[in-house]
């Protein structure tokens, strides 16, 4: 997926989920303040979207169903939904990924059936995501900054590289 930056921290107790503004249509900027992180659940997940916005709001509205079908077990809802994003032929065509947190998991799902949860709390996707992810690893490693504020430090990073991310930030959090 390109065309954004989604990051996620998890630190302390706490997660944090940002996501950049910057909605592109080939080498055009089209809008720069598009929310891209969502709170489903009744809140009490955060999911981030990099890829087409239609797909994205379809896999999330078929998150919230998942969870609502298994309450508070968001990695059995995400491997459900991995399943059936696989499987089902509309769905298959879909072309989006989702980073999902909730006060215990994070999981970065994509069409292939990938359901991965990541290495030292940290995980992105997304035209940027690769430099958000190491300034992120990069901050954790080397400063005592919580979840939210090392977010919002790899997002400007990665969005004065990455020519398809800004520095409009939507950020959400779950603290503990």
Not at 8 to 17: C, F, Q
Request: net charge neutral.
């Amino acid at each position: 997926m390109h065309a954004t930056t989604i990051l996620t921290v998890r630190r302390g107790g706490a997660v944090a989920i940002g996501g950049d503004g910057q909605v592109s249509l080939g080498q055009t900027v089209v809008k720069g303040d598009a929310r891209k992180v969502r709170r489903v659940a009744g809140g009490k997940v955060i999911c981030g979207f990099a890829g087409a916005t239609a797909d994205a709001f379809t896999l999330l509205e078929r998150l919230d169903s998942k969870l609502e079908q298994f309450p508070g077990q968001l990695t059995r809802a995400s491997v459900e939904l991995a399943k059936d994003w696989r499987t089902d032929r509309y769905l298959r065509r879909l072309e989006a990924m989702i980073i999902v947190a909730d006060k215990d998991v994070t999981l970065t799902l994509s069409g292939a059936g990938d359901v991965i949860e990541p290495e030292f709390g940290v995980a992105a996707i997304g035209s940027g995501g690769d430099f958000a992810r190491a300034a992120a690893r990069a901050l954790m490693a080397e400063t005592d900054l919580s979840a939210a504020d090392i977010v919002r430090k790899a997002m400007g990073i990665a969005a004065s590289i990455c020519v398809y991310t800004n520095d409009v930030l939507t950020l959400e959090t779950i603290d503990p």
